[in-house]
Nanobody, 123 residues
Framework: VQLVESGGGLVQAGGSLRLSCAASGFRNGDYTVGWFRQVPGKGREGVACLSMSDSSTRYENTVQGRFTISSDNAKNSVYLQMTNLKPEDTGVYYC?????????????????WGQGTQVTVSS
């Protein structure tokens, strides 16, 4: 299983970015992809997740209404559209895969991770 993120960068507060996560190596579509962010000195914080089997989604409270997670099952890809970005959204964003397909933002159920992509929001 391999996950590859892309799309990070530097943006001013109020701006937008779109992150992509390309997944490969899964035997079927019964898994959840989650986006997590990490800042120095802290663990990964769940931001949003999407079940590839039924497209159900879940968002962390502070990004609800600003971030949208979506998928293109034909490309085995998951996207995170981030709008109205705030400086506190800064961090390394990782996509992870949960083979139990629980669609929850608990880092412990995710056992595959990408390399991460840096998102920096300036004030």
């Amino acid at each position: 299983v391999q996950l590859v993120e892309s799309g990070g960068g530097l943006v001013q507060a109020g701006g937008s970015l779109r992150l992509s996560c390309a997944a490969s190596g899964f035997r079927n579509g019964d898994y959840t992809v989650g986006w997590f962010r990490q800042v120095p000195g802290k663990g990964r914080e769940g931001v949003a997740c999407l079940s590839m089997s039924d497209s159900s989604t879940r968002y962390e409270n502070t990004v609800q209404g600003r971030f949208t997670i979506s998928s293109d099952n034909a490309k085995n890809s998951v996207y995170l559209q981030m709008t109205n970005l705030k400086p506190e959204d800064t961090g390394v964003y990782y996509c992870g895969a949960d083979p139990l397909d629980l669609a929850i933002l608990n880092e412990e159920v995710y056992d595959h991770w990408g390399q991460g992509t840096q998102v920096t929001v300036s004030s």
